[in-house]
């Protein structure tokens, strides 16, 4: 038993939890050799595993970056926006003003300040 097990512990490489796994299922019974042809197998499963969370990982960080990236740009087209309101405001404001200058130099304003002096 102390040479199979010092043989699974060098499969293992260093492995402690794998090592643990391994010894407790050749402590049950389970025959050597099986338990050796099923190493790569774990660490392969176990190296899928922490490729699969380092990706979910990854498209976390992603989602995170996408949703402050879009943030900022519909925050920049809100001021867009706002500065185009204010212009159309500004250039109807103007109009009137023009439009009330213009009919104060007209007749009718002639005619205004003469029988309605200020």
């Known amino acids: ?10 499969e293992t490489r260093d492995d402690a939890r794998l090592y643990g796994c391994i010894r407790e299922l050749y ?3 389970v025959p050597f050799e099986e338990l050796k042809a099923v190493i790569p197998d774990i ?3 176990r190296e899928q595993l922490h490729m ?9 960080v992603l989602m ?7 943030s900022f740009l ?3 087209k809100e001021r867009q926006e706002e500065e ?3 212009k159309i405001d500004q250039l109807i404001r103007q109009q009137q003003s023009y439009r009330k200058a213009a ?16």
């Open 43 to 45: 660490r392969r499963t």
């Open 27 to 29: 402590e049950q019974g």
């Open 1 to 10: 038993m102390g040479n199979a097990l010092e043989q699974l512990r060098k």
């Open 52 to 60: 699969k969370r380092m990706l979910e990982n990854n498209n976390e």
């Open 74 to 76: 519909l925050d920049a």
């Open 103 to 118: 009919a104060e130099a007209g007749p009718i304003g002639k005619l205004k300040r003469l029988f309605l002096p200020a």
């Open 84 to 86: 185009q309101f204010k």
């Open 64 to 70: 995170q970056m996408f949703s402050r990236e879009m």
